[in-house]
């Protein structure tokens, strides 16, 4: 159709998710061979001219009894191939994003782009009220959404997470809560929460935002915000903002889980910090219940989530709190999932069992139930405390579990006393699309004094990756295998416990984590940007990691500065969105001050990511 109707029609279009149903999936049918796009697109057609070619070849003419011609074999359309053919490229401080050869990168979001209607970053400190429409800062985890009448990869909804403002695009000097403007907080708490902006691909293969879709929509560290669950009743009825959204994930329902890396409000302390730490579900088709904080899912330094589905629809939502130290935990409804019915699932995250991991020393390891009354989890329990911490254990400290509600606002107390174990800084989970093996990132802990066969290093600057398989492979499961995937370290460095055991491109801090519906790893760096880290590793960077072999390929090196973080594709994996977190030098517009910013990933010969 003309682009005039398309863009006419494109308010009214109707939006729906797809309910992931892992390889028996569209998108996973279509991933595993393009060709079958075409057929989809152009069955209705071919359907249609097959009467139409039953009536030519029934009208009579000179030639009737002539041997028709044979129809021509058609060409094949070419499969297209996911295997890792990439040159990696060489770590170094270079101050923009690089990539290997044959890519190409190009910026889709910044920090201060308008996603609502309104004026965006120019070079000027904005009002709070042209902030609140602005991306925030600090990019951070996000997924894509497909729309109902929109080819998934030529465009769709990209929700993302703010962690933190970029301050420098906002006001002059530094933040002081304890001293600031109301101006000043409204500002502050502007460019954390999410955007959800609608983006499509142009004819010239790059992707941008569709200005004035009406998907667009920031939600902010000003909104309201109710919770949900077991724990709602001890919050305040209207909660004000939610912020430190680290990482994400999504539901198999099609909802946005955005995570509070904080259980406090920093930039507004005067606001109940029982209000902050929690999971935060958004429906970005905006259809759904409200923004909802679900208590039933714990309350700690949320980083991401990740989930495992049956074949019965029943689901596991995994979590890890980035804390110094942190457990790892997942959450089982009590039921199944509707994949008929979205409107059936609004409140799956209220009901379940949460559950905190202990890993044993013998490679196995057990679900303990978070409830009250169970694991210990009683009125006068004694909380062990960070005993990973002190070679002299601290004095256990008394903590009263009188209802659930306690359990999940005391979540970090009540894992201690159920037995979880304590990790080197839990940050990105992610299982893999045959529910085989779950892997999580243990970003670092320097302040490590006492090891377990989980956490083997004492003073762990670098970091480490856990890989764990469910019994049966199924969420259900109560128990489970383990081993110690990779050390994060460097061979060149001479303390023997900073070598780590990489093959490869060697690497610090292993953070963002994502294996994609290939099965394919990628890992990404948050490593100290000071120059005794830089000048081992280089900038942050993102890694292929060979699941076999556990060889590490440098993909992409982050400009001066920055975090990489955030991992987001389109079905066919052709298009890669990364996000580029707090850069301090001239990236990414040159004289201009350094802004967050998500950027768009793609091989110039249109062949997936990878090759």
């Not at 990779?486 to 060697?506: C, E, F, H, Y």
Request: net charge negative; charged share 20%; proline share 7%.
């Amino acid at each position: 159709m003309s682009h005039l109707t398309d863009e006419a029609r494109a308010p009214f279009r109707d939006a729906q998710p797809t309910i992931a149903m892992g390889d028996n999936s569209l998108e996973a049918i279509v991933a595993a061979n393009p060709a079958r796009r075409t057929i989809l697109k152009n069955g209705l057609m071919g359907l249609s001219i097959l009467p139409m070619l039953g009536m030519l070849s029934a009208c009579g003419d000179d030639d009737a009894g002539a041997t028709p011609a044979p129809t021509p074999t058609p060409t094949p359309t070419p499969t297209d191939s996911y295997a890792i053919n990439f040159a990696g490229v060489a770590a170094n401080q270079n101050d923009t994003v690089t990539v290997p050869t044959g890519y190409t990168v190009d910026i889709l979001l910044k920090a201060g782009d308008s996603v609502e209607t309104g004026t965006p970053y120019s070079g000027s400190f904005p009002t709070p009220a042209d902030a609140e429409k602005w991306a925030g800062g600090n990019h951070d985890g996000m997924e894509y959404f497909d729309l109902s009448g929109t080819d998934a990869n030529s465009g769709g909804l990209l929700a993302l997470n703010h962690e933190y403002p970029d301050f420098n695009i906002l006001m002059s000097g530094s933040y002081n809560a304890a001293t600031a403007t109301a101006d000043q907080k409204a500002l502050a708490l502007s460019a954390v929460g999410i955007s959800v902006v609608e983006i499509a691909k142009a004819s010239d293969g790059k992707w941008a935002v569709k200005a004035g879709s009406r998907f667009n929509k920031r939600y902010t560290g000003n909104d309201i915000y109710r919770a949900g669950g077991p724990a709602a009743g001890l919050l305040s009825s209207s909660i004000k903002g939610m912020l430190n959204n680290c990482a994400s994930g999504r539901t198999p329902w099609g909802t946005y889980l955005t995570c509070e890396e904080t259980t406090d409000n920093y930039l507004d302390p005067t606001q109940p910090a029982e209000d902050y730490g929690w999971v935060v579900e958004i429906d970005p088709y905006q259809e759904l219940a409200a923004p909802t904080k679900r208590t039933a899912l714990g309350r700690f330094s949320h980083e991401n989530t990740a989930y495992m589905a049956n074949s019965d629809n029943r689901v596991a939502i995994y979590m890890g709190d980035d804390t110094t130290p942190g457990c790892i935990y997942k959450f089982i409804p009590d039921r199944a999932f509707s994949t008929a019915n979205r409107a059936a699932n609004i409140d799956l995250l209220d009901y379940g069992t949460l559950y905190v991991a202990r890993f044993n020393g013998d490679g196995t390891g057990e679900w303990r139930a978070l409830v009250r009354g169970q694991n210990g989890l009683t009125t006068g329990a004694s909380d062990p405390g960070d005993v990973s911490q002190f070679t002299t254990p601290p004095a256990p400290a008394t903590v009263d579990f009188n209802s659930q509600a306690d359990v999940l606002i005391n979540c970090q107390s009540a894992a201690r006393v159920a037995g979880g174990t304590v990790m080197d800084r839990p940050e990105w989970i992610t299982v893999a699309p045959d529910n085989s093996a779950i892997f999580v990132t243990l970003t670092n802990n320097g302040s490590r004094r006492v090891t377990d066969p989980a956490n083997p290093r004492v003073t762990n600057r670098h970091g480490h990756i856990v890989k764990f398989k469910e019994e049966g492979n199924s969420p259900l499961a109560t128990t489970f295998s383990w081993e110690i995937f990779l050390l994060a370290g460097s061979p060149t460095l001479a303390d023997d416990n900073l070598k780590g055991n990489i093959n490869g491109d060697a690497f610090s801090s292993p953070d963002g984590l994502r294996i994609d519906p290939k099965g394919r790893l990628w890992v990404q760096t948050d490593a100290s940007t000071s120059s005794s880290t830089t000048s081992v590793f280089g900038n942050n960077s993102m890694y292929y990691v060979d699941q076999a072999t556990k060889r590490s390929t440098r993909f992409l090196v982050g400009p001066t500065g920055c975090e990489i973080t955030g991992l987001a594709y389109t079905p066919d994996l052709k298009t890669f969105f990364i996000n580029i977190q707090h850069p301090t030098g001239n990236w990414p517009v040159a004289g201009q001050p350094p802004r967050s910013s998500t950027i768009v990933v793609r091989r110039t010969d249109s062949q997936p990511v990878g090759n």
